[in-house]
């Protein structure tokens, strides 16, 4: 039998590409046949490059922008292989031409996330494939709420499916709300592999010098407040380098591939972060490592955040008024402790979704 991931394709964010990734390597375990579909419309590539002229000449600082927008032409460049030689993709132009397939497992990601995808809506919740062969696998809302609006479609969208698993406990909530339903509250598929299985997509990137200490930084939104403090206070302890990766400034880290991302996290000397999925690398890794809120927009990640620190044991990691006393402390026994019973949660879930073999 085989079986269809349906989810969102970030062109250059880690995250999203490892848990694609993961998605893959779980199902394949379950002895599916397995690939992705990507929907790439000529219209939308079109108006994307458009828009992006647009940009530079609307911009302040144009050459600013030109050597950022190379910066991410090139991130998407060095992707690619990376998806080539991990993925199994299936291309179509648009949703009419869906392959055909045994199961269709939508996530994870935010594919949920009515304020982002609302007129992708018949993509991510299945609208054309059969209940039974609709699954899903950890899909987040991105929020605690679903925009009044869209309620009455949304439940019946949920309505089709006969199992509904999420990523985050505000899912849960939101399916409850609207349904009456249960829905299985799962882990991030890139929780469900573990470091050695990793370590086989791992790349040691050109270079940088990863010999010696070294700090690694993965900001996301603005540059948190405590951020440089904890920066300052780890030179002085140890010497260590910064390696900052979505850095504008530094170019040769930025353009780093997903296989380079893990590896950089594997060997820093301390990771900090607002990104989920670097959290769920350091622990996977046993890393020591900070999460700062994020800064300068609404901060949709703490949903998941708080779901994925209450159940592995890692809320000391949450910085919020002070730096804890201890920078690098990472004894996640607990946390590791109930890794197992979560993956095999995942597992039973999936194949009762299917109806496969226990």
């Known amino acids: 039998m085989n079986a269809l991931i349906i989810t969102i394709q970030d062109k250059y964010n880690y995250g999203n590409r490892l848990q694609n990734v993961a998605a893959q390597e779980i199902l394949q375990k379950l002895n599916l046949q397995v690939a992705s579909l990507s929907v790439c419309p000529l219209k ?4 994307w490059k458009i828009k992006d002229k647009i940009l530079f000449f609307l911009s302040k600082n144009f050459s600013l922008k030109i050597r950022q927008a190379k910066l991410r032409h090139k991130r998407v460049a060095r992707f690619e292989p990376f998806n080539r030689k991990n993925l199994r993709m299936r291309k179509i132009r648009d949703v009419s031409r869906i392959p055909s397939a045994d199961f269709y497992v939508v996530g994870s990601d935010q594919v949920w996330n009515m304020g982002l995808f609302f007129s992708d809506m018949d993509l991510y919740f299945l609208s054309f494939a059969n209940s039974e062969q ?14 009044e609006g869209l309620r009455e479609d949304v439940k019946q969208a949920l309505n089709t499916f006969p ?6 406990a505000a899912g849960a909530k939101i399916v409850k709300d609207l349904t009456g339903k249960e829905a299985e509250v799962l882990i991030d598929p890139t ?6 299985d ?16 070294y700090i690694f930084t993965y900001i ?15 030179v002085k302890e140890t010497g260590a380098s910064l390696y900052p990766l979505n850095d504008y400034d530094a170019p040769e880290l930025f353009i780093a591939d997903p296989g380079e991302f893990l590896y950089l996290i594997e060997h820093a000397t301390i990771v900090l ?24 927009k609404e901060n949709y990640m703490l949903s998941r955040m708080e779901t994925l620190f209450e159940t592995f044991d890692l809320k000391r990691k949450f910085v919020e008024d002070e730096l804890p006393s201890d920078l690098y402390e990472c004894d996640y026994s607990v946390g590791y402790g109930r890794l197992s019973a979560e993956r095999e949660k995942l597992f039973r879930f999936l194949k009762k979704s299917m109806n496969l073999a226990v």
């Open 44 to 47: 939308s590539k079109i108006q």
């Open 134 to 147: 609709k699954a899903c696998l950890s899909p987040s809302f991105g929020a605690d709420y679903v925009p």
């Open 163 to 168: 199992l509904i698993s999420v990523r985050e």
């Open 191 to 196: 929780l469900a592999l573990d470091a050695s």
């Open 198 to 213: 990793w370590r086989k997509f791992s790349k040691k990137p050109k270079n940088v010098d990863t010999d010696r200490p």
């Open 220 to 234: 996301l939104g603005e540059k948190p407040r405590k951020l440089q403090e904890a920066v300052d206070r780890i």
């Open 273 to 296: 972060t607002d990104s989920f999925h670097a959290c769920v690398f350091s622990f996977l890794f046993g890393k020591p490592f900070l999460l700062f809120a994020r800064e300068g």
